[in-house]
């Protein structure tokens, strides 16, 4: 055994040290109420759903381009910008009070088309130049790309943390079995879930859907069978973009801020989720955001907790940021790595 893999060995056993150490002790204190777990859980299934929407895009334009378009999280920041400028009017003239269903099919729709246009636009200016470069260009071009519309939006709109408004309607609670669900949990969860589903469904059963697994097995092949490629590639920023729009709106009705920076952590952390699905999976993709908010979520409490940490949660980043390093270094295809087709000479 080489010292490499005898280093990588003694980390895997250490980190599985801590965990075991600090669920069992965690245990032993009881701490934590069923109440408390729940809304660990539920809170873990909530981010959980924004983080898989947004690792979807990483993941599909990943297919088509093997390009990790670092820009993703910042396209999510310009959804919940359009969502806010469109739910400021309504909630002011008390229409998304009194019609919530269209109320929030606008604002949706305004994050979706928005986020939409600007991912099309991201694509045909900064990323088709490099569509046939290889080396860090592309890589270097995506960072330059995210910090365009970083500083774009700061110009616009100011630094200030702009608040998301809050109609009646979300402070709705269900109780069940002795235990409170928010409503907006249950709200973002559902339409979440009831997205990623359609997205799946025109992924597999479409003509398009069908053109775009076709060119992430291998492009060349698929130009040569009369597949569209460009087409394809526009259409798969559009999709995820739009998903990136409604991950921000979301993300924005449940944190209650809007501002220019608001995209980098949660974009980092759902690339983390699609790496830990395993980039270029689109179920993978979904798989790894909600494992990734469920890690963060009851990570803290579950395994720091148990070792003494007094303010576990505070380290919630962490954990995600650490799990996302081990993915990487221990299995980097994920857990449902592609498959990738072999060329022929």
Not at 16 to 37: C, E, F, M, P, S
Not at 94 to 122: D, Q, R
Not at 217 to 236: R, Y
Request: glycine share 12%; net charge positive; charged share 10%.
């Amino acid at each position: 055994m080489s010292a490499v893999s005898l280093a990588l060995w003694t980390v895997r056993f250490l980190v599985v040290a801590l965990v075991v150490a600090g669920t069992i002790g965690t245990i032993l204190k009881d701490r934590y109420t069923t109440a408390q777990w729940f809304e660990f859980v539920l809170f873990g299934l909530t981010i959980g759903s924004l983080y898989a929407q947004v690792a979807l895009g990483y993941t599909m334009v990943y297919g088509v381009l093997r390009l990790i378009n670092f820009a993703h999280g910042d396209i999510m920041m310009c959804g919940a910008f359009a969502g806010y400028f469109v739910a400021t009017p309504l909630e002011n003239s008390g229409f998304l009070e009194v019609h919530p269903v269209l109320g929030m099919t606008a604002i949706l729709a305004a994050g979706m088309v928005v986020s939409g246009v600007i991912a099309v636009l991201t694509e045909r200016i900064a990323y088709r130049p490099f569509r046939r470069v290889q080396g860090f260009a592309p890589l270097i071009c995506a960072f330059g790309v995210s910090f365009f519309l970083e500083q774009t939006f700061r110009g616009l709109f100011g630094s200030s943390v702009k608040s998301y408004p809050a109609p009646k309607w979300e402070g709705v609670e269900f109780h069940w079995a002795g235990l409170s669900v928010p409503g907006v949990d249950v709200l973002v969860i559902v339409l979440a879930v009831a997205f990623m589903a359609v997205l799946y469904l025109i992924v597999q059963k479409t003509r398009m859907g069908m053109a775009m697994r076709a060119v992430s097995e291998d492009g060349e092949a698929a130009a040569l069978m009369g597949v569209d490629v460009g087409k394809v590639i526009v259409f798969t920023f559009a999709l995820g973009g739009a998903m990136a729009g409604i991950a921000g709106v979301f993300y924005a009705f449940l944190f209650k801020q809007v501002y220019f920076y608001m995209g980098f952590t949660p974009g980092i952390k759902a690339f983390g989720g699609a790496v830990l699905g395993g980039i270029g999976s689109v179920p993978g993709a979904m798989l790894g955001g909600f494992f990734l908010g469920l890690v963060e979520s009851v990570g803290p409490s579950l395994f720091l907790d148990g070792i003494g940490i007094k303010a576990p949660y505070e380290l919630r980043d962490v954990i995600a940021y650490t799990l996302m390093i081990l993915v990487l270094v221990f299995r980097p295809q994920g857990i449902l790595g592609e498959h990738m087709a072999k060329k022929r000479a």
